[in-house]
């Protein structure tokens, strides 16, 4: 196997990175967007929104991972649920301009639809290698038309943050980590990351703006990441999100 002396960042260690970034981009966000023309120059914000690009990919990362580590999904998906309605007002005070928007969805939302997706898409697949006597159409069918359906929501009448190239991500990351569980090759995780590299290219160029081509430098710290759990703090990332939200839309009505 490979030098991994460059694998020396925890998942723990990825949230923090996550969560400075994010924190930049909703400065940015949040004090840079009064029609362009108030409290951040333009370039000062474009600055802190593409550092802020980095992000949204870790924790998409982090959620695959997370589904992989979890002793309970449907614990797991409760507990994004319930952070999801908690961060709802402060998301939409915050970045939506009022709650006349509170249609629009936050990323806990987007989090826990592919962490459902990844979980359909998985069961699937488990459920073909284990009764191999059952035609494959008849296991996957309903699994496919859950997963479809949820796309044609989101697309249609669910506008969650990042949209379907969120829940793209999210999968881009499943099927490759999957990929590298099957593969006991010195090669196998070079050639995982650069087709991360290029679908990440791809969906970002196809389904988000041209600033979110920034996002593929998030690869950088997730080869980093040496899969061990680090520190705890387990509802640090939840409870932070919606009150990081709220302490800069404050700092925004007193500025």
């Not at 987007?110 to 898409?121: A, C, K, S």
């Amino acid at each position: 196997m490979g030098n991994n002396n460059y694998k020396c960042l925890s998942s723990f260690a990825l949230k923090i990175i996550a969560i400075l970034t994010m924190t930049i981009d909703h400065v940015g966000a949040i004090l840079g967007t009064k029609n362009y023309d108030g409290i951040l120059p333009y370039d000062t914000y474009m600055i802190l929104r593409t550092i802020g690009r980095l992000a949204f990919p870790i924790f998409c990362y982090l959620i695959v991972e997370g589904y992989f580590h979890t002793r309970s999904v449907k614990k797991y998906a409760i507990r994004l649920l319930g952070f999801a309605v908690i961060s709802q007002l402060p998301y939409n005070l915050a970045l939506k301009g009022g709650i006349s928007h509170f249609y629009n969805l936050n990323i806990f939302f987007t989090l826990l639809f592919g962490l459902i997706l990844v979980w359909l898409i998985d069961t699937a697949i488990k459920k073909i290698h284990s009764k191999e006597d059952v035609p494959h159409q008849g296991i996957i069918l309903p699994y496919l038309f859950a997963v479809l359906a949820i796309f044609y929501a989101v697309d249609n009448f669910l506008p969650i943050d990042y949209g379907v190239y969120g829940l793209l991500l999210i999968l881009v990351f499943y099927f490759f980590r999957a990929k590298e569980e099957t593969l006991d090759n010195p090669d196998a995780e070079t050639k995982a990351l650069f087709a991360q590299f290029v679908a990440m290219g791809a969906i970002s160029f196809l389904f988000s703006s041209q600033l979110q081509i920034y996002s593929l430098f998030a690869l950088i710290p997730i080869a980093m990441h040496n899969h061990k759990k680090g520190k705890g703090l387990k509802y640090m990332f939840y409870t932070y999100y919606p009150l990081h939200l709220l302490i800069i839309y404050f700092i925004s009505i007193v500025l």
